[in-house]
């Protein structure tokens, strides 16, 4: 199932961090109540309405259902408010999550956040823009028209990628997902179909708790207390909130009881944070609730400055695929220029084709392609300094 293989890369994120934590609950050592008098902030932005779960579906939606729960969430006009303040390479790495890994025709001044109900699969983005222009730029590069759903036009790509349009709106769907993701979270946001906080008082508690903030990534359910290593916690969060001249930063784990919060080592929380989190300060560990939470504060200018990572570049390809022949040519349609020398063409085993856009091309632009001559499946992966990014064609 697809979900299966997500569950396993996303926990590799937490892997590491989680190991030193043996999940046993003790006594509640170095734990300051929420109320505290340090000057260390929070990333906690509970003043501010969580919209972004109008998005989520309940895992039950999906015919196969789901057996990961987790979002991501930027606000885009909050980090583009704090550009001159940033490091330039932490900018440019948030910057560089505009919403799928397909090019768009969405400019990042027209973007107001990115939403992954379902991260790495499927991508929302929200903002200020006219569906003509987005239906135009698929149009061109190798999408075609599949129907609607509601108020949002359907269209499906080359790869078998799809994406759900509107003014202001673009749901865009992965091929290594299954077909019926992107409908359930078009209908979750139309109000048709039960939402994930709405099935899950463990979603409830946390979205209400955290609220808002710049930047949100979280894990929902039983997968919270494998991938943490805690026992019975049922939720967790990394956030990321930017106040002028200050950035907050905080590692939130939920229980489904204020007292299993409250018995918590704070030295269990810290080591499941371990490398989560860009700054690299210890903080302070607070309890509120049915939270407990590590909470650090960092100079805007300083924070994430150590941060070398090479951002993934958003490219459209297509596939024209002439099964007679068994010829394949695969196009760069759309988007940012790409490294030949990072980019292979391989089978789904990992051989690589005899042909490679490296034999032609020093860099990888719109209109470039490449020819094999193959009845069998291909992978586009492209390898940065941080992980990879894999599309694949099935003729």
């Known amino acids: ?37 340090s000057d260390t902030g929070t990333a906690l932005a509970p003043e501010r309405e969580p919209t972004y779960r109008q998005w989520f579906p309940s895992p039950e939606v999906p015919e196969n259902g789901l057996d990961f729960v987790g979002y991501w969430y930027l606000d885009v006009r909050a980090l583009a408010a704090h550009e001159d303040r940033l490091p330039e390479p932490l900018y440019r790495w948030l910057a560089n999550l505009r919403g799928g890994q397909d090019a768009l025709g969405i400019s990042f001044e027209d973007i107001d956040a990115v939403i992954d109900p379902m991260p790495l699969w499927i991508s929302v983005v929200v903002g200020s823009y006219d569906a003509d222009a987005v239906i135009e730029t698929l149009l061109g590069t190798g999408y075609e028209e599949s129907g609607t759903r509601g108020d949002f036009a359907l269209f499906e790509g080359s790869l078998g990628q ?24 078009v209908d979750a946001r139309r109000g048709e179909v039960q939402r994930l906080h709405e099935y899950s008082d463990a979603a409830a508690a946390l979205t209400e708790a955290i609220g808002r903030p710049a930047r949100i990534y979280s894990n929902v359910g039983a997968d919270a207390e494998e991938a943490l290593d805690i026992t019975r916690a049922n939720a967790y969060a990394r956030l990321l909130d930017f106040d002028g001249e200050s950035t907050h930063e905080s590692f939130v784990v939920q229980f489904p009881e204020p007292k299993q919060a409250e018995a918590l080592d704070a030295s269990v929380v810290r080591d499941a944070a371990g490398d989560l989190l860009v700054d690299g300060d210890l903080g302070v560990v607070r309890t509120d609730g049915r939270t407990i939470r590590l909470d650090q504060t960092a100079p805007t200018a300083e924070f994430g400055a150590d941060i070398d990572r090479l951002p993934a570049p958003t490219v459209t390809w297509t596939v024209e695929y002439e099964e007679i022949a068994a010829k394949l040519t695969v196009e760069h349609a759309a988007g940012d220029p790409v490294d030949a020398d990072r980019l292979t063409l391989e089978t789904v085993g990992g051989d690589l084709y005899d042909r490679q856009f490296a034999d032609e091309y020093e860099t990888v632009t719109p209109g470039d392609s490449v020819t094999l001559f193959t009845d069998e499946s291909l992978q586009i992966s492209w390898r940065g300094t941080g992980g990879s990014l894999i599309r694949r064609f099935e003729p």
């Open 1 to 37: 199932m697809t979900f299966l293989s997500r569950r396993r890369l996303l926990r590799r994120t937490v892997a590491g961090a989680a190991a030193a934590s043996s999940g046993a609950l003790a006594g509640c050592s170095g734990i300051l109540s929420s109320d505290d008098a």
């Open 162 to 185: 799809r994406a759900a349009v509107k003014d202001g709106a673009v749901v865009w769907q992965h091929e290594f997902a299954d077909d019926d993701l992107l409908d359930a979270v």
